[in-house]
């Protein structure tokens, strides 16, 4: 079945957003699969799609995280949505900059509304003390040594309030605050500030993005209790390579990891 052929697509004009691209094109679909697979789909075809072009979904019924973890959403109530960048600009040993850039945006649209115990959790989930409130899953299409286009899926709780029991981690803006919010205001937030940070990297801005970044991470120069290659370890994040690997240090001794390598055991 063609995707078009199970959505109601609406297309709105909205000018809360503010920005020179990004959300100027907005796609509102009442139910999909994913919205980075939908988006996947029109960049297949002939026609050229702006860049900042997002995808929304009321109901997305296959999204994914990291590693293919499956996002959980009650519909209605949540952000699943999509953006198109074309970052050719960024060399693909940089491609990291972008993961960076695109929390950063996520955070400043949500730190005047939770404050301070708003963090980034590496590589680019959004936690609020000890809780997930959502996370990304951002796919490159390389060209060369260049990055042609990105996919930015972004999944964020906002005024769910039950979760299933596979989902004891998460929160919601509104469990936190107890209150609705606009999802629409919200989106436009993270809109604007994601292109803020964009624009940063595209005028070669990257020790500013890469330093932000590291100042909102969570358990940054914080002792704290891990797990690697099955061994519980207490150690300190200090700092993140270039390439995204994070980097612990454990009695005295410095080990990167990449995804999946390393555990937080946010519990102990």
């Not at 899926?153 to 998460?170: K, M, W």
């Not at 290659?229 to 990891?257: H, M, P, Q, R, W």
Request: aromatic share 10%; glycine share 8%.
């Amino acid at each position: 079945m063609n995707v078009f052929e199970f959505s109601i697509i609406i297309t709105l004009q909205n000018n809360i957003f503010s920005g020179l691209f990004v959300g100027q094109n907005l796609l509102t679909l009442k139910e999909v699969d994913s919205t980075n697979n939908f988006l996947k789909n029109i960049l297949s075809n002939s026609k050229p799609v702006p860049e900042g072009t997002v995808i929304m979904a009321e109901t997305q019924f296959a999204g994914r995280g990291q590693q293919n973890n499956q996002w959980h959403s009650e519909p209605g109530k949540n952000l699943t949505f999509s953006i198109l960048l074309k970052p050719t600009f960024l060399a693909v040993a940089d491609q990291f900059d972008l993961t960076r850039a695109v929390s950063l945006g996520v955070y400043d649209a949500l730190c005047p509304i939770l404050g301070d115990q708003l963090k980034i959790k590496w590589p680019n989930d959004i936690y609020y003390g000890d809780k997930k409130l959502g996370g990304m899953l951002i796919e490159n299409l390389l060209q060369g040594q260049q990055i042609k286009s990105a996919i930015i899926g972004i999944g964020l709780n906002i005024n769910q309030e039950i979760f299933p029991d596979g989902a004891s981690n998460a929160t919601s803006v509104k469990q936190i605050l107890q209150k609705d919010y606009d999802l629409r205001f919200i989106l436009a937030e993270i809109c604007n500030n994601i292109e803020a940070y964009y624009l940063n990297l595209k005028a070669g801005k990257i020790d500013f993005v890469r330093n932000t970044y590291l100042n909102r991470l969570y358990w940054f120069k914080q002792n704290k209790r891990f797990k690697a290659a099955g061994t519980e370890f207490n150690g300190t994040i200090t700092g993140v390579k270039e390439n995204g690997l994070l980097v612990v240090d454990s009695n005295n001794k410095e080990t990167t990891y990449n995804l999946k390598e390393i555990e937080f055991l946010n519990n102990k």
